[in-house]
């Protein structure tokens, strides 16, 4: 895929790595879709961030868990720019709950998470889809997470989650070729907003302990998985099904 002139939409792109995605496909030329649920103020820098950066934005306010959100994001897309070229589905959620602790989720902790991370990322693969046959092509991009490969992260939820959403990729690939090609990226500890408040005080000596663990010796940054990302819908013309994992190795386990 030429970036230059392509439309993207990136869901959940009003910090981290939904905003890293947004800026890094905005310098190539793209024309990008930011979507937000409630932090318009975020999503409005990024936006101007991304006309800075070289491309064009527009701030479309959705709820990937609601399938009519999706649509209306899909379609606000094509009304403005007239084809959609990619998606990178970034919108999540979590609830941190250690793992051990199996009381410390219930059944609308999945249900909340999975509307998210799994539900939400099939109805806006399904609301862009037929744009991209129409056109002949089309690379979407699902962004998850080492916790479904590892089973590790901040909730048993959460890697379920994100185990699904591989899983997801993988079926999808298959359906959607050869017009739509379907990868995901699988970050590690990535240095955000989102993980600093979701672990608190314990930020500090998780982020130490990563770091001396993993072969790399450090943690994630936003734009690194959005350099993996762009590599997904730019340059893999012929990748589909993969799960890249974004890690500094710590999927390879603790050397003995």
Not at 177 to 193: K, M
Not at 220 to 232: C, H, K, N, R, S
Request: glycine content about 10%.
């Amino acid at each position: 895929m030429i970036l230059k002139d392509a439309v993207c939409i990136v869901t959940g792109s009003a910090a981290g790595i939904g905003a890293a995605c947004a800026q890094r496909l905005a310098s190539k030329g793209a024309r990008v879709a930011i979507n937000y649920t409630k932090s318009e103020k975020e999503a409005r820098e990024v936006a101007a961030a991304c006309e800075s950066a070289g491309g064009q934005a527009i701030l479309v306010q959705a709820d990937v868990s609601s399938d009519a959100d999706c649509r209306r994001l899909a379609q606000a897309v094509l009304d403005k720019w007239g084809r959609i070229d990619g998606l990178v589905n970034n919108a999540g959620t979590t609830k941190f709950a250690p793992h051990e602790n199996l009381d410390a989720l219930d059944a609308a902790d999945f249900q909340r998470i999975f509307g998210v991370n799994v539900i939400g990322s099939f109805q806006m693969i399904r609301a862009v889809a037929p744009a991209m046959r129409r056109q002949g092509a089309g690379a979407i991009v699902n962004v998850s997470s080492i916790a479904g490969i590892t089973g590790m992260g901040s909730s048993v939820a959460y890697a379920a989650s994100k185990g699904a959403l591989n899983t997801m990729t993988l079926s999808l690939a298959r359906a959607l070729g050869p017009a739509i090609r379907v990868n995901a990226v699988c970050p590690g500890f990535v240095e955000t907003r989102w993980l600093t408040g979701g672990l608190g005080p314990e930020y500090e000596a998780k982020k130490r302990n990563y770091e001396a663990i993993t072969p790399l010796k450090a943690v994630v940054m936003p734009e690194e998985v959005a350099d993996a990302v762009v590599w997904l819908l730019e340059g893999a013309s012929k990748v589909t099904g993969e799960l890249i994992t974004v890690d500094s190795g710590v999927h390879l386990g603790v050397a003995r």
